[in-house]
C-alpha cells in the first residue's frame, strides 16, 4: 500500500515539475521575444586617422584581429571615402548628416547657429535617435573635441559642440588634467605644450604604462554595462578612439610586435610635379623629429611607419575590450556595431606625412556595419560609398524614421542594387572639392584649375589627364558643383 503511495506521489511530483519547466521555458521565450522586439542598439566606434589598411582590407602587414572580426561577420564598404580630410569637418558630415563647412570648428559654428535661434537647424543624427526614444552617449573623440566641449581646455560645460545630441558626453582625463591634454597626450600624463618640444612618436616601457585611449575604454566599458542592464530603452553608444592620431604613442608592446615585419614599399612617394593638393606635411612637421625628415631618411620614414602600425593595433585593442563587454553583456545579439574612421593618412605617398589633401590616401577609410540581426552576413562592397550615408543607413537598419534633410542614402541600397549601385562621394577643403566616382577622381580648385585622374590606369593618381578628357571634366564638374556649390 506505500509502496503504491509513493509511486503516485511520485508521478504526481513530475507531472508539476514538468509543467514548472514547460512554464519556465514559455517565460524565458516570451522575455527573449521582447528583447528580440525591442529596436536594435547602436554602438558606433570612430577611430581617428585611420588608414584602409587592416588585415582584413588586404594589409597582411598590419595586427588588427579585433576589427578583421567584426569584418568577418559584417559588410566591409573598401571604397568608402569621408567629406572631409579633416577631424572637425569629416565628424560634421558623420553626426549631422549634411555637407558643411571645412574648418575644424564646423560643429561649433553649427551650435553658434542653435543659440542664435533665428535660423532653423536640423537636428544631429544623436538627437535624431534621441528624438526616436533611444538613450545617446558618447565617450571619447566623437565630434572634434574629445567630449565635445569648448574652453580654453575643452572642458566647459557652457559651450557645447553637439547641442542637445547626448544624454551623457563623457572624457575620462586622468593625469592629462583636461580633454586637450588627452587629444595630443603621450605616456602617463605627458601633454602636448610646445609642439617642437613633444616627440613625434614614442613606445613606452612598463607594466603600468596608460594612453588616453586606455581611459576612453574604461569608461566605454562602464557605460556599456549602465546602458545594456535597461532592458526598456535602446541605446546608441559612439565612442572615439584617438590613437592612431599624432603623436604616435602606444605601449612598446604593440611596437614589438612589428619588430621583424617586413613593410611593403611606400607607394609613389615622389612629390607632385605640378599643381595638386600637395602640402608640406606641417602638422607631422612641427613635432619633434630629431632634425630628420621622412622624406630624405628612409630608416626615420620606415621606424614611422612602424608606430603608426603600433598605434593601429593599440587601438585595434581597445575595439577589442569594447566588443567583449558588449558580448559579455548579451546585448550583441541586438546592437548594430559600425566602425568608422574619420579619414585616411599619408605615410609618405606623393610625399606627404598627414592628411588634409585631396589624394585618396587622405579620403579613403575603413567602413566596417555588422547587423546581427541580418541575414546578410560577410560581404565586401566595392562601389563608392561616402561617410554622409552612414545617418540614413543606421536609420533603415534600426526602423528609425530617415530624416528628409539627410544628404545621403541608405547604403542598404548597395546590397539590394549589387554591382549596379553608382554614385559619387564629395569631399573638400577650404581651398578645393572634389568628386570620386568608380573610375575617376575630379579636383576642382577654388582659382578654377582641374585634376582629373582616371583610376582604371591611375590609382596612384600621378598622372592629371584633364586636358585629355574634357567631357568627363565637363560632367563630373557639373555633378560636384551641384552637390557642393
Request: hydrophobic residues 35%; neutral net charge; charged residues 25%.
Amino acid at each position: 500500500m506505500n509502496i503504491k503511495i509513493s509511486i503516485i506521489h511520485i508521478k504526481l511530483a513530475l507531472f508539476i515539475f514538468s509543467i514548472c519547466s514547460f512554464s519556465c521555458k514559455q517565460v524565458k521565450d516570451f522575455e527573449k521575444q521582447e528583447d528580440f522586439n525591442q529596436k536594435p542598439n547602436v554602438l558606433l566606434i570612430c577611430i581617428d586617422d585611420l588608414r584602409p589598411e587592416l588585415k582584413s582590407f588586404g594589409a597582411d602587414y598590419i595586427i588588427s584581429p579585433n576589427m578583421d572580426d567584426l569584418a568577418q561577420k559584417g559588410i566591409s564598404f573598401k571604397k568608402h571615402f569621408v567629406n572631409a580630410p579633416s577631424c572637425g569637418p569629416s565628424r560634421y558630415t558623420l553626426l549631422a548628416g549634411k555637407y558643411g563647412l571645412a574648418n575644424n570648428d564646423a560643429l561649433f559654428l553649427r551650435a553658434q547657429k542653435i543659440a542664435d535661434s533665428s535660423t532653423h537647424v536640423d537636428p544631429t543624427m544623436p538627437e535624431w535617435f534621441k528624438s526616436h526614444g533611444y538613450k545617446t552617449v558618447s565617450v571619447g573623440k566623437v565630434s572634434h573635441h574629445p567630449g565635445g566641449r569648448g574652453g580654453k581646455d575643452w572642458n566647459d560645460s557652457t559651450v557645447i559642440e553637439i547641442p542637445n545630441a547626448w544624454d551623457r558626453h563623457l572624457m575620462p582625463v586622468g593625469p592629462w588634467k583636461h580633454p586637450r591634454g588627452t587629444m595630443h597626450g603621450l605616456a602617463n600624463g605627458e601633454i602636448r605644450k610646445i609642439t617642437n618640444e613633444m616627440d613625434v612618436f614614442q613606445s613606452a616601457v612598463g607594466n603600468n604604462v596608460k594612453y588616453p585611449d586606455d581611459l576612453i575604454t574604461d569608461e566605454a566599458i562602464n557605460q556599456l554595462k549602465e546602458l545594456t542592464t535597461n532592458k526598456n530603452q535602446p541605446f546608441f553608444l559612439a565612442v572615439g578612439i584617438i590613437k592612431p592620431h599624432l603623436p604616435f604613442g602606444a605601449p612598446k608592446s604593440y611596437y614589438d610586435l612589428y619588430h621583424n615585419v617586413t613593410l611593403p614599399p611606400v607607394a609613389h612617394p615622389e612629390k607632385p610635379k605640378e599643381k595638386t593638393t600637395w602640402h608640406n606635411s606641417f602638422e607631422f612637421m612641427k613635432y619633434n623629429r630629431w632634425g630628420k625628415d621622412p622624406n630624405t631618411d628612409p630608416e626615420f620614414a620606415e621606424d614611422v611607419r612602424r608606430h603608426y602600425a603600433a598605434c593601429v593595433t593599440y587601438a585595434d585593442a581597445q575595439v577589442g575590450k569594447i566588443m567583449n563587454e558588449l558580448k559579455q553583456s548579451g546585448a550583441d545579439k541586438n546592437t548594430i556595431v559600425v566602425l568608422w574612421g574619420d579619414h585616411g593618412w599619408h605615410l609618405g605617398e606623393h610625399a606627404i606625412w598627414g592628411k588634409h589633401s585631396l589624394f585618396e590616401e587622405s579620403l579613403h577609410s575603413p567602413l566596417i556595419i555588422y547587423d546581427p540581426i541580418s541575414k546578410h552576413g560577410k560581404q565586401e562592397v566595392k562601389q563608392v560609398v561616402e561617410t554622409l550615408d552612414i545617418f540614413p543607413t543606421l536609420c533603415e537598419l534600426t526602423g528609425v524614421d530617415i530624416p528628409e534633410f539627410a544628404e545621403g542614402i541608405s547604403l542598404m541600397a548597395t546590397l539590394k542594387a549589387n554591382n549596379t549601385f553608382s554614385k559619387g562621394a564629395i569631399a573638400y577643403t577650404p581651398k578645393a572639392r572634389t568628386i570620386r566616382n568608380k573610375t575617376h577622381r575630379l579636383i576642382l580648385h577654388n582659382d578654377g584649375f582641374v585634376e582629373l585622374y582616371d583610376h582604371s590606369k591611375d590609382d596612384n593618381e600621378i598622372l592629371n589627364v584633364a586636358n585629355l578628357h574634357p567631357d568627363i571634366v565637363n560632367e563630373m564638374t557639373k555633378l560636384l558643383i551641384r552637390k557642393r556649390p
